[in-house]
């Protein structure tokens, strides 16, 4: 070890002999809570409860983030659309938790500006015409976020609306909004939340799907665990089960009793992957949706422009949803109107991906009308289901859960010692990274992308690359991923599979496929090296 390495503190190991110590924990020890799910509800409701001081394991049938945590528009937001639905109260709490994820991991919530064009066409304008009452919504979202807003909304001319945004269409074109909220990297959050509550002592496991219920005089006993990497079942006691598993939460609970739930309405939501040159914009751009009274989103992310999202009832499997073809040109049609140079077609799409909003079953109305607030349920058999949320507002619904948790504890003369929670002074990834830090021998490109990738944990990856030149080389020679993050993420991140890492840990198949499938050998050896096999 240089010295230079022994200043960088090195995270407790996650991998997969971990995962092996954990699932035979899982199997032997009786636990406070057992939490289902390990998706950005799951991973937040397991680091509370850990934080509090309970045993707490957490299981997830796919990998970490795999369901819809990793299928977001990745915005630490407010919601600028939620106060037309005068959800004031859900603007504020969500804004409020900017403000902690931008303390606790920065590099997991970035400010970006955004750019709300105004037209002198209200269907061209994304959020209507009418420069007054704009202006008043943008005022409030100021005022709900409170000392701890990023920067007060500003009107500009077209013209310097058309030096942040060049492609966009001058036509009409009167001026813009800007104001500012936060972007992440969705499946990254998830995993670090996941690395913290294992710190705090939570046992997790990925692959290890729950099967059923086990039920004694008390009520929920334990669940029946398929380990789907160890090839055994087994069966996990816990005092308290929590069910944090998403869009599946009603199949979940069905386990418990064989009744059928539709407490769900899932929502499907896609996003479409183009370069980054072929819009342009320097900031985030809210456009309209052609034929829709709704608005998307342009982003400029990882070097790419990721355009979404939709908003539509699904019906369909819910493992694995797609974009399909129609939605994906609906996209394609809007950005193009918005942005008539690029002439954006089918051809400059890199990927496309969808996910389902676990949206909690209200009237008839559109799944764009109802509440994105989460919702808690405390179910016959014990269950306590948490369904519904944000990304944003995972830490708030996660003390939640926790509290009726604790008071199930007390209710139930349970011996059960908790402190409070304190998740909001919990660092996540080490924090800030350090900045001159000896990282010379490695390009500004590569040690940039480590920072904003890994946070205060980039210099433990930068330790892996200088080992060796395979190690130190990237996967894909115009990006800047190299072969230490895929040890990384095996060692430190429980990634179990090339596809873990490729699309998760980091977020290379996402923005572009070809070149993920292309590097899949080499991470694939350095799996196999990692593990000894
Ligand atoms: P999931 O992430 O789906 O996690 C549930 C997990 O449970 C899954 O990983 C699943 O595999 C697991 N599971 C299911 N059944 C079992 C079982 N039997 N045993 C074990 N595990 C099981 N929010 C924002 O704040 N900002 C945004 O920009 C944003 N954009 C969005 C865009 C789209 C298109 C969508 C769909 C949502 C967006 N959201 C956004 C909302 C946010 O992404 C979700 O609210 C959040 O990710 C839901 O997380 P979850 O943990 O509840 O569900």
């Given at each position: 070890?240089?010295?230079q390495?022994?200043?960088f503190?090195?995270?407790?190991?996650?991998s997969?002999?971990?995962?092996t110590t954990?699932?035979?924990?899982?199997?032997?020890?009786?636990?406070?809570?057992?939490?289902?799910?390990?998706?950005?509800?799951?991973?937040?409701?397991?680091?509370?409860?850990?934080?509090?001081?309970?045993?707490?394991a957490?299981?997830?049938?796919?990998?970490?983030?795999?369901?819809?945590?990793s299928?977001?528009?990745?915005?630490?937001h407010g919601g600028l659309?939620y106060?037309?639905?005068?959800?004031?109260?859900?603007v504020?709490?969500?804004?409020?938790?900017?403000?902690?994820?931008k303390?606790?991991?920065?590099h997991?919530?970035?400010?970006?500006?955004?750019l709300?064009?105004?037209?002198?066409?209200s269907e061209?304008?994304?959020?209507?015409?009418?420069?007054?009452?704009?202006?008043a919504?943008?005022?409030?979202y100021?005022?709900?976020a409170?000392?701890?807003?990023?920067?007060?909304?500003k009107?500009i001319?077209?013209?310097?609306?058309?030096?942040?945004?060049?492609?966009?269409?001058?036509?009409?074109?009167?001026?813009?909004?800007?104001?500012?909220?936060?972007?992440?990297?969705?499946?990254?959050?998830?995993?670090?939340?996941i690395?913290?509550?294992?710190t705090?002592?939570?046992?997790v496991?990925n692959?290890?799907?729950?099967r059923?219920?086990?039920?004694?005089?008390?009520?929920l006993s334990?669940?029946e665990?398929?380990d789907?990497?160890?090839?055994?079942?087994?069966?996990?006691?816990?005092?308290?089960?929590?069910?944090?598993?998403?869009?599946?939460?009603?199949?979940v609970?069905?386990l418990t009793?064989?009744?059928?739930?539709?407490?769900?309405r899932?929502?499907k939501?896609?996003?479409v992957?183009?370069?980054a040159e072929?819009?342009?914009?320097?900031?985030a751009?809210l456009?309209?949706s052609?034929?829709?009274?709704?608005?998307l989103?342009?982003?400029?992310?990882?070097?790419?422009?990721?355009i979404?999202?939709?908003?539509?009832?699904?019906?369909g499997?819910l493992?694995?949803?797609?974009?399909?073809?129609?939605?994906?040109?609906?996209?394609?049609r809007?950005a193009?109107r918005?942005f008539p140079?690029?002439?954006?077609?089918m051809?400059d799409v890199?990927?496309?991906?969808?996910?389902?909003?676990?949206?909690i079953s209200?009237?008839?109305?559109?799944?764009k009308?109802?509440?994105?607030?989460e919702?808690?349920?405390?179910?016959?058999?014990?269950?306590?289901?948490i369904?519904?949320g944000?990304?944003?507002?995972?830490?708030r619904?996660?003390e939640?859960?926790?509290?009726?948790?604790?008071?199930?504890?007390?209710?139930?003369?349970?011996?059960v010692?908790t402190?409070?929670?304190?998740?909001?002074?919990?660092?996540l990834?080490?924090?800030?990274?350090?900045?001159?830090?000896?990282?010379?021998e490695?390009?500004?490109?590569?040690?940039?992308h480590?920072?904003?990738?890994?946070?205060g944990?980039?210099?433990?990856?930068?330790?892996?690359?200088r080992?060796?030149?395979?190690l130190?080389?990237?996967l894909?020679?115009?990006?800047?991923?190299?072969?230490?993050?895929?040890?990384?993420?095996?060692?430190?991140?429980?990634?179990?599979t090339?596809?873990?890492?490729?699309?998760?840990?980091?977020?290379?198949?996402?923005?572009d496929?070809?070149?993920?499938?292309?590097?899949?050998?080499?991470?694939?050896?350095?799996?196999?090296?990692?593990?000894?096999?």
């Amino acid at each position: 070890m240089t010295d230079q390495a022994r200043k960088f503190e090195s995270p407790a190991e996650l991998s997969s002999r971990t995962r092996t110590t954990n699932i035979e924990r899982m199997a032997n020890e009786i636990f406070d809570v057992a939490v289902i799910g390990g998706g950005i509800t799951g991973a937040g409701v397991a680091l509370d409860l850990a934080s509090r001081g309970l045993r707490v394991a957490l299981i997830e049938k796919d990998d970490f983030g795999s369901g819809t945590s990793s299928r977001s528009s990745k915005l630490i937001h407010g919601g600028l659309r939620y106060l037309e639905q005068f959800e004031f109260g859900l603007v504020r709490e969500s804004l409020r938790e900017r403000a902690v994820l931008k303390q606790t991991a920065p590099h997991l919530c970035k400010p970006l500006e955004f750019l709300a064009p105004l037209y002198s066409e209200s269907e061209r304008s994304p959020l209507g015409s009418n420069r007054l009452k704009l202006a008043a919504g943008l005022w409030l979202y100021d005022l709900l976020a409170g000392s701890q807003n990023i920067s007060r909304h500003k009107w500009i001319s077209s013209s310097d609306a058309l030096k942040l945004a060049p492609g966009l269409s001058t036509e009409g074109l009167r001026g813009a909004f800007t104001y500012f909220d936060c972007l992440t990297d969705d499946a990254r959050l998830v995993i670090e939340v996941i690395k913290a509550a294992s710190t705090l002592g939570a046992s997790v496991a990925n692959y290890a799907r729950v099967r059923g219920f086990r039920h004694n005089a008390d009520g929920l006993s334990s669940l029946e665990i398929e380990d789907r990497i160890g090839r055994r079942e087994f069966d996990l006691r816990a005092r308290v089960i929590v069910n944090a598993s998403g869009v599946w939460s009603d199949e979940v609970s069905r386990l418990t009793d064989g009744q059928t739930r539709s407490r769900i309405r899932p929502s499907k939501g896609i996003h479409v992957v183009v370069p980054a040159e072929r819009l342009g914009n320097k900031t985030a751009v809210l456009i309209p949706s052609v034929g829709e009274n709704r608005f998307l989103f342009v982003i400029p992310w990882k070097g790419r422009t990721v355009i979404g999202t939709t908003d539509a009832d699904y019906s369909g499997s819910l493992d694995d949803p797609i974009a399909e073809d129609e939605e994906v040109n609906r996209v394609l049609r809007s950005a193009a109107r918005a942005f008539p140079d690029s002439k954006l077609t089918m051809s400059d799409v890199i990927n496309t991906f969808a996910g389902l909003r676990p949206l909690i079953s209200a009237g008839g109305e559109a799944t764009k009308e109802i509440s994105r607030k989460e919702e808690i349920f405390e179910e016959v058999s014990g269950l306590i289901t948490i369904s519904g949320g944000k990304l944003t507002t995972w830490r708030r619904m996660a003390e939640q859960v926790s509290e009726r948790v604790v008071r199930r504890f007390e209710n139930n003369n349970k011996n059960v010692m908790t402190r409070k929670s304190h998740t909001s002074d919990i660092a996540l990834a080490n924090g800030r990274p350090s900045s001159g830090e000896n990282d010379c021998e490695f390009d500004s490109g590569t040690v940039s992308h480590l920072k904003e990738t890994y946070g205060g944990n980039y210099g433990v990856v930068l330790e892996i690359a200088r080992q060796s030149k395979t190690l130190k080389a990237r996967l894909i020679d115009d990006l800047p991923y190299i072969g230490a993050e895929a040890l990384y993420a095996a060692r430190y991140e429980m990634a179990m599979t090339v596809d873990d890492i490729l699309a998760r840990r980091t977020r290379i198949t996402l923005i572009d496929a070809g070149k993920g499938q292309s590097c899949a050998g080499v991470v694939e050896e350095l799996l196999k090296k990692e593990r000894g096999s």
